[in-house]
């Protein structure tokens, strides 16, 4: 009996001495929060997006505690902003305004198809299989990845391609990441106008996979009267600092794959 006692007791003494220790250690080893960060993570929408180039909103929320710029949540936009400088006591940033928009015109009746899918009916899954159906494995695969994974409904299938509602997308870029042929991209929202395609081959070779498809003849750097594109990798590049948004170049593309913003997007 006595050696029982003895033991309960010890395993006692012992236990009550650890959870000492720890409460001690707690206090002396705390890390001390600033409570400014949980306001500023209610202020930012939760979307985790990491367009903000942080770990998700709590990431961003750290680091503007650290003097990282109040501008950089493009969903947010000016609103969640002003909040935030508001709640840090700074000036206020104003935010670039991006707009998100898909580098392919290869709708269903442009583009040829090289064999006909029957696997799962994902872009990531189509990509696995040979490209998926389109003869095209530089365009849009049209199963509606992007459209899963945006929070705000603003992207639709529309004959095979994936257009974009601009007056309900918020710049999150999650249908960026998840695209696999990297035909959706973000652009500042003062560009109007876009080149529809990301087929890298030569002319050739798109005709025989997409009737929209660009051809890099070269007639809109050649013709374009600031000089503003180029071609690489067999496409256009469009330098916005020197465009003057004539829109010369969507009239004389012959296959119309240099087009209008407001063509490329979903209103």
Sequence with gaps: MYHIVFAVAAVTIIGAVCAFMLVVASKVMAVKTDEREQVILDILPGLNCGVCGFAGCAGYASALLSGAKTNLCIPGGVAVSGKIS???GVDYMDVNLMITVVHCSGECTARHDKMEYA?????AAAKQLFGGQSACVYGCIGY???????PNGAVRIINGIALINASVCTGCGLCIKVCPNGVITAEI?????????SNLEKGAKVRKVCERGCIACNRCGRECPA???????????????ICEGCEHCTE???????QRISTLVDN
């Excluded at 000089?227 to 600092?241: E, F, H, K, R, S």
């Design 86 to 88: 508001a709640t840090l």
């Design 119 to 123: 696997g799962i009916k994902t872009c």
């Design 144 to 150: 509606g990845d992007c459209v899963s994974a945006c």
């Design 189 to 197: 929202d003062t560009i109007r106008i876009l080149v529809g395609c």
């Design 227 to 241: 000089g503003a594109i180029t071609i690489m990798d067999n496409l256009p590049v469009i330098d916005y600092g």
């Design 252 to 258: 004389i593309c012959p296959v119309d794959c240099i």
